[in-house]
């Protein structure tokens, strides 16, 4: 079993960035490949990112391609969302979660583990 953490959200302008950090305890985070999801209010759930064991594979969702960047730090067990480019309808719960396929997962359902989530909210 895993514990997830997140941090680093909070308050920027339109055009800012922000830099969410994923801290895991329990198991070893290279047993894991990982994710970042978003919820805005009202929203359904949606994929941001995902990243392989080795930190080497990684995928995003079109809506943020070119603008965030995910990756890993195993040794400190922590996974990292650099997000630059920041638009209102960035503003969202982040959360990340773990899961233990193989390969890159996009569905939420596959995640074995979450995190509580951290705010962003980007202003216009």
């Known amino acids: 079993q895993v514990q997830l953490v997140e941090s680093g959200g909070g308050l920027v302008q339109a055009g800012g960035s922000l830099t969410l950090s994923c801290a895991a305890s329990g198991r070893t985070l290279s047993s894991y490949a990982m994710g970042w999801f978003r919820q805005a209010p009202g929203k359904e759930r949606e994929f941001v990112a995902a990243?392989?064991?080795?930190?080497?594979?990684?995928y995003y969702a079109d809506s943020v391609k070119g603008r965030f960047t995910i990756s890993r730090d195993n040794a400190k067990n922590t996974v990292y969302l650099q997000m630059n480019s920041l638009k209102p309808e960035d503003t969202a719960v982040y959360h990340c979660a773990a899961t233990g396929a193989v390969a890159l997962i996009t569905r939420s359902t596959q995640y074995n583990y979450w995190g509580q989530g951290t705010q962003v909210t980007v202003s216009s």
């Open positions: 990243i392989g064991r080795s930190g080497v594979l990684t």
